[in-house]
């Protein structure tokens, strides 16, 4: 049987499961999870098929997706062992380089590292994509296919990836949705509103920029008057330590990140 099969039934499976339903991919899927809940959960949600036993479920797989936590990747791979058919495998672990990877299993292994967002689950996802020197084209197509199912892909070189991985979550929107909403219902809007006109300046503004053939600095000016309300919002946050705040953040991320690889 030649499926697609992931090894890890935790939150990024479930969401690309949901975006590829969505699509409508209608090749074979199976799922490997230690927790017979998450199984049965994903199968009932998805009608995806499930498999109990490791090494049944890596036999079965012509695309192998490992979707563990970084710390688990090490473990898991071990548990593999020996692997007797050519097969592509996806690495969704954070910080976990490709050399890694190719060390723990036996050559007929070739591998790619995928980064996909939660938000694929509505098919508005974007995955960062980093393929092995010796990964065939054919399998590069597959891949970089499956991942376009649930949004945008954007190939980058490994190198790049921490940086990527830090920068792209959807927790930055979710986080300062979060912040800018709760600021203004602290100047007098109800929640409801304060949620709505929040979004807006964060969604709709982006998307604008996303559809306009318009640069960014020029949106900026556009929309900042000098000397009006939006341009002393600004100078006040700036001044606050807006700036310094992302950078540091992402700082924090990038470490975590390469925290994480260490302990694979």
């Not at 689950?121 to 399998?139: E, H, Q």
């Amino acid at each position: 049987m030649n499926a697609t099969v992931f090894l890890g039934g935790g939150r990024i499976t479930s969401a690309l499961l949901a975006g590829l339903r969505l699509a409508e991919y209608d090749e074979p899927i199976i799922v490997h999870d230690r927790n017979p809940k998450k199984l049965h959960d994903l199968r009932k949600s998805y009608g995806v098929a499930v498999e109990r036993n490791l090494q049944q479920a890596v036999a079965k797989a012509n695309l192998l997706i490992i979707a563990v936590r970084p710390d688990s990747v090490g473990s898991l791979l071990r548990e593999i062992g020996r692997v007797d058919q050519p097969l592509a495998a996806v690495s969704l672990a954070a910080g976990v380089p490709l050399a890694k990877l190719r060390a723990a299993l036996p050559h007929s292994v070739r591998w790619a590292r995928a980064m996909p967002s939660p938000v694929c689950r509505n098919r508005r996802g974007l995955t960062a994509v980093t393929f092995d020197r010796n990964l065939p084209s054919a399998s590069r197509r597959e891949i970089t296919v499956l991942f376009s199912k649930v949004g945008q892909v954007l190939a980058i070189p490994e190198s790049k990836f921490d940086a990527f991985t830090v920068t792209y979550s959807s927790s930055h929107g979710y986080h300062a949705l979060s912040i800018l909403a709760a600021a203004a219902q602290k100047i007098g809007l109800d929640r409801k509103t304060a949620l709505t006109a929040a979004a807006h300046a964060l969604a709709d503004g982006i998307m604008s920029w996303r559809e306009a053939d318009v640069s960014l600095d020029a949106l900026v000016q556009e929309a900042v008057t000098p000397g009006g309300i939006a341009a002393a919002v600004m100078e006040a946050m700036n001044q606050a330590g807006f700036k310094r705040a992302i950078e540091k953040g992402l700082a924090a991320g990038l470490r975590r990140t390469r925290k994480s690889a260490k302990l694979a």
